[in-house]
T-cell receptor, first 113, second 114 residues
Framework: AQSVTQLGSHVSVSEGALVLLRCNYS??????LFWYVQYPNQGLQLLLK??????LVKGINGFEAEFKKSETSFHLTKPSAHMSDAAEYFC???????????FGAGTRLTVKP | NAGVTQTPKFRVLKTGQSMTLLCAQD?????MYWYRQDPGMGLRLIHY???????AKGEVPDGYNVSRLKKQNFLLGLESAAPSQTSVYFC?????????????FGPGTRLTVL
């Protein structure tokens, strides 16, 4: 079975500061990893995905994540936070068939002016 | 191109009542999914479908039934609603061409069972 743990249910950063959202996974098969963003009262939108190609994955809105197999991690980063980044972020893991996706509990990002 | 739409957006039920949530997608996707989202638990898969006429159980299927009579629609039914089914329900769809493709999510249905 696969699972994801997101460290920190709430993260607060100042505008312009580094954003770091942590995600650790557990999987008995090669994992496919994702970060989704959810703005208030909306559905989830894919930020980026790792599917066994490059370990450093670049996504939309300036976000990127690095797959580290030795640490079973897939942390999400952005060099400089913007007010519009305030949202809830979900890390997810699946196997290749993608019908068994497991989501983390989510991290709510607050950006202070 | 509306993407994934869900009907209704909000609903309040009494315990024991039944209802059906409708998900529609206009992207000709093969795969469709129903998730529930609860505070502090992320999204959990209820049921999914790999094509018209097929359905399969996900992580938390109990208390729900689904049908996929048309490729573009995926219905989620609650036969006898319980307060534990108070949640936000999301539908998603993706292509099914054998390689990984992202899931596209609808805006959600907020259900309260009293």
């Amino acid at each position: 079975a696969q699972s994801v743990t997101q460290l920190g249910s709430h993260v607060s950063v100042s505008e312009g500061a580094l954003v770091l959202l942590r995600c650790n996974y557990s999987s008995s098969v090669p994992p496919y990893l994702f970060w989704y963003v959810q703005y208030p009262n909306q559905g989830l939108q894919l930020l980026l995905k790792y599917t066994s190609a490059a370990t450093l994955v670049k996504g939309i809105n300036g976000f990127e994540a690095e797959f580290k197999k030795s640490e079973t991690s897939f942390h999400l980063t952005k060099p400089s936070a913007h007010m519009s980044d305030a949202a809830e972020y979900f890390c997810a893991v699946s196997s290749i068939n993608n019908n068994d996706m497991r989501f983390g509990a989510g991290t709510r990002l607050t950006v202070k002016p | 191109n509306a993407g994934v739409t869900q009907t209704p957006k909000f609903r309040v039920l009494k315990t024991g009542q039944s209802m059906t949530l409708l998900c529609a997608q206009d992207m000709n996707h093969e795969y469709m999914y129903w998730y529930r989202q609860d505070p502090g638990m992320g999204l959990r898969l209820i049921h999914y479908s790999v094509g018209e006429g097929t359905t399969a159980k996900g992580e938390v299927p109990d208390g729900y039934n689904v049908s996929r009579l048309k490729k573009q629609n995926f219905l989620l039914g609650l036969e006898s609603a319980a307060p534990s089914q108070t949640s936000v329900y999301f539908c998603a769809s993706r292509q099914g061409d054998g390689t990984y493709n992202e899931q596209f999510f609808g805006p959600g249905t907020r259900l309260t069972v009293l």
